[in-house]
């Protein structure tokens, strides 16, 4: 039944519309080595190409010759496979938590590289079970205590992840019956990392009291999901009358109307406001959300600063503006780029090589009969990007000021496109 259902699951994530290529990840480990099995199947039946990817983080010295091992197993299978090596050195703290950042980092670059759109991931309902625990532990919101989805978007990689209804030991008794080899991972035992810790206290289980125990968490982080679906719902409805997305990059969010939904809400609003102005992949923390909060809904509140954004009073609106301080450097424009994780910019081509950069005091005097826009705040104006241009003999040219409609006649109007890209859930009202 586990092919079967198998096939059937990744079917369904395809959604009908099968790629023409798949990666899969390959530590080696039971389920890695189950899920590349599998996978080899799903591919020969559907005729889809697929490549097995091994991420060496390079942290024991085993890992060469534990990824050499994989890429031999993955030629008897007659799969590509390509080693991902990581060149740089073990972190401090938190190594469970840098390597995942690192596998994923590995595996987006090389799928993006090589115009391949989905990467199978062997998460099994062990994962599923751990994850939520750990997350519990934490002290996290519905948001933490979702499932992991089969199905979710890194970076514009479909990551899909088929066995999550699975657990653990069906996939050994998978290898088991059909004789296929597996490394143990030694950190696996070593009950330092917190996830270990965790999953030997679920190991204390056994028979139909371990079923009761997993079924129970595993339907509670399904609840959660649905919860959290359920919530970006409203918070989206709330967002069509508290919050205002401006092409300069900046957000008004109503406070009459933000003080109307509910707090759970109000919280959301404000993340996403963050994540829009403030260039950051992770989400804020809720404690300093909380206080965030707390000083918005009071009625002295002037200002504040968090998450890459900078958050003012004006009037009876709360303007989020991304921080000075925190803007990202010059970036080459290379036909359709993201600059600050904020705008996407498209030049025409026959402008050459030019460079995305924030604007500055200098940029402004070298400025003829420059006057402060009055359409939107101060604040916002040292947010925006220039478009710039360096001569052979280093003399710096700007060739355009979109947002205030500065246009040279090297960068005339129409040769350029500077979108707002804000958060998934606001680009969405």
Known sequence: MLVE??????????KNALPKKVAVAVSGGADSMALLHLTKLWAADKKVEMIALTVDHNFRNESKDEAQTVA?????????????????????????????????????????????????????????????????ERGSGVDGLCAMEMLSTFNGINIMRPLLNVNKNELISYL???????????????TYYKR????????????????IVTSRILNTAKSMQRVKEALEHFTQQAATSCV?????????????????????????????CLLSVGNRDEIPRMEKLLNLHGKIIEDDFTGATLHGGKIESHKNNVIFVRERSCLANEKEIIEKTVWDNRFAIRLDKNLGQCLAASLS?????SLDNFQYPTTFPKSVLYSLPIIKKISSDGVENILSIPHINYYTEQCPKEAIDCDFLPSKLLAAI
């Open 244 to 272: 205002t997305l401006h092409d300069q990059g900046y957000i008004t969010l109503n406070i009459t109307e933000f003080m109307s939904v509910p707090e759970e809400i109000q919280l959301r609003l404000l993340k996403e």
């Open 72 to 136: 031999k197993w993955a030629r008897n299978l007659a799969v590509p496979h390509h080693i991902l090596t990581h060149a740089g050195s073990k972190p401090d703290a938190n190594i469970m938590e840098e390597a995942r950042k690192i596998r994923y980092g590995l595996l987006e670059e090389y799928c993006k590289h090589n115009n391949i759109t989905h990467l199978l991931i062997a998460h099994h309902a062990d994962d599923q079970i751990e994850t939520f625990l750990m997350r519990l």
């Open 196 to 211: 270990n810790k965790l999953r030997s206290l679920l190991w204390r289980f056994s028979g139909e009291e371990e079923n």
């Open 361 to 365: 005091e200098n940029n402004l005097k």
């Open 176 to 190: 088991e019956e059909n004789s296929i080899d597996w490394i143990e991972d030694p950190t696996n035992d070593n």
């Open 5 to 14: 259902n198998f096939f059937y699951s990744v079917d369904s994530l395809c």
